[in-house]
């Protein structure tokens, strides 16, 4: 059996949560959440970590532009959407929420800011 501690993320409370994970990395018992939220974050974190990856890419005039993913992805993805946000160039004009870049590990990657 293993103990992994985590602050819960879900919201600016932070509880500090403990999760007992037996040898096969199974959450048995999570303590230390105020809410169910934070139970259901210890067990994703443990389990399949996810992330929303948050970056710039490069548009057709050269300057960058802010863009995310629209969903968390696995956190041992980001290395990889990373390269494909790196690799991208993104025509202009676009707007907030256009997908410049379509099915990246379950997401998508859209902009966050308007540039015409
Ligand atoms: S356990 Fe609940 S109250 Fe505590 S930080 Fe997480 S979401 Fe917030």
Redesign the pocket.
């Known amino acids: 059996m293993a103990t992994r501690e985590l602050i819960?993320i879900?919201?600016p409370?932070?509880?500090n949560l403990k999760a007992e994970l037996d040898e096969d990395g199974k959450v048995l018992e999570v303590t230390g959440?105020?809410?169910k939220?934070?139970a259901e974050?210890a067990e994703n974190e443990c389990t399949n970590p996810m992330r929303t990856v948050t970056s710039t890419m490069r548009c057709s005039d050269g300057t960058v532009i802010p863009v995310k993913t629209t969903t968390p992805i696995p956190k041992g993805k980001i290395y990889e959407c990373m390269n494909l946000i790196n690799k991208g160039v993104v025509n202009l004009p676009v707007h907030i929420g256009d997908i410049v870049i379509a099915d990246v590990f379950g997401s998508n990657i859209a902009v966050t800011e308007n540039r015409t």
């Open positions: 819960c879900i919201c409370k932070g509880c959440n105020t809410c939220r934070g974050y």
